[in-house]
């Protein structure tokens, strides 16, 4: 209820900020605003936005964040070339949690080239549950059943080379690092934590498969996106752990009606990891990239598939042209269990957003998500979730 009341006041201040239609000065300045990123979009000028905003989701409690999105284009002289995106968020929650993120989607080469850069870093009080849905949905939360401190980095770059219109091929490696400190007795006796807390360190290669006819990746109003995705960890690499991670996502984008921006997006996605597998690289729910509103990491083991169908509106102007705004709203569900036959117990998830189009085509994200036993979250982002 917390959340969803910084939801609605965040929401109202922005909408009365951002786009009052009745202001003369501020009409004039998003005209200017509109103006200057239409120009920048045609010649591929560098463009930076700058952004601060409140979140609360429930692993971070009450959040305030700061980024900057940042585009351009890697060819001026290809004007079909779409831009490259750079966001950059760092934030600190209440619960003492210091985060940072940026995920670079980059296209060179008359698009023959993509790169991809994901880079995370928590440092936070948090919660531990245990492997599996049981362990999720009936260990209580609190300070003696679930506390503990997590330190996690990552970096992981991914090269793809398109060798036939859509299709795209590549590889790319994974650093990550889980290491839990100041353990209640549950957490610190739990075999999984037991066993892999004192090799935190994970080194794999990725190999990719992709097919993508999106119109635009970061906020796709029409096409499809298949990636397959396997990675292979182990000390071969210099990791502390062998393990083996493959990931199917499928991605479908219909624009619904003449106005574009009007999108139904759908989205099924699986996580299935093998051997032997730290808890921190379990496939877990509740990112603020699937089921957004349940607390990330609640819900993990090796295995884990969801779905999403979420309907994204963009508003139209009197004259109509579009506008700077947009909302949408999504339902979910997805399940975890060690392997894909187990899965028995389903999560239920929904939930409403704000867009706000910062740079053409790519959005400020606020978005409030639900789910079971008065689970909830508040999330603010650039880009859109999937």
């Known amino acids: 209820m917390k959340a969803f009341f910084l939801y609605i006041v965040f929401f109202f201040f922005a909408v009365q900020y951002l786009g009052a239609q009745d202001s003369v000065s501020h009409e004039t300045w998003l005209q200017k605003s509109k103006r200057r990123h239409a120009e920048k979009e045609q010649t591929g000028a560098f463009m ?156 794999g290669i990725n190999l990719i498969f992709q097919y993508d006819s999106r119109d635009i990746a970061v906020n796709a109003y029409r096409g499809m996106f298949v990636e397959l995705n396997t990675a292979l960890y182990g000390s071969y690499l210099g990791g502390q752990n062998n393990y083996q991670v493959y990931d199917v996502d499928i991605r479908k984008y219909i624009q619904m009606g003449a106005k574009a921006g009007h999108t139904l997006a759908l989205e099924a996605k699986g996580r299935f990891a093998t051997n032997d597998v730290p808890y921190g690289e379990m496939s877990q729910l509740g990112t603020p990239f699937d089921l957004r509103g349940y607390l990330w990491g609640q819900y993990r083991d090796k295995s884990m598939i969801f779905g999403i169908a979420e309907y994204r509106h963009k508003f139209y102007k009197q004259n109509g042209k579009p506008s700077m705004h947009g909302a949408t709203a999504w339902i979910a569900a997805g399940s975890v269990a060690n392997s894909p036959g187990q899965m028995q117990h389903w999560l239920p998830n929904g939930g409403i957003g704000y867009r706000l189009e910062v740079q053409p085509r790519m959005n400020l994200r606020l978005d409030y998500g639900i789910g079971l036993d008065g689970s909830s979250g508040f999330y603010f982002n650039f880009t859109e979730a999937f």
């Open 48 to 203: 930076i936005t700058p952004l601060v905003g409140p979140a609360y989701t429930p692993e971070l409690g009450f959040t305030i964040a700061g980024g900057i999105l940042t585009s351009w284009r890697t060819d001026k002289s290809d004007t079909n070339l779409q831009r490259t995106s750079l966001p950059f968020n760092v934030g600190y929650g209440t619960n003492g949690a210091f985060f940072i993120n940026s995920k670079m989607v980059s296209f060179w080469n008359h698009d023959k080239i993509r790169i991809y850069m994901d880079v995370n870093f928590k440092n936070m009080n948090d919660n531990y549950f245990g492997i599996g849905y049981e362990n999720g949905r009936e260990t209580p939360k609190g300070d003696s059943t679930t506390k503990y401190k997590r330190t996690w980095m990552q970096i992981n770059p991914r090269f793809m080379w398109q060798f036939k219109k859509n299709f795209f091929a590549g590889a790319g490696f994974d650093l990550n690092y889980t290491k839990g400190s100041d353990a209640c007795e549950v957490v610190a006796n739990d075999p999984n934590y037991t066993l892999y807390n004192p090799y935190p360190f994970n080194s």
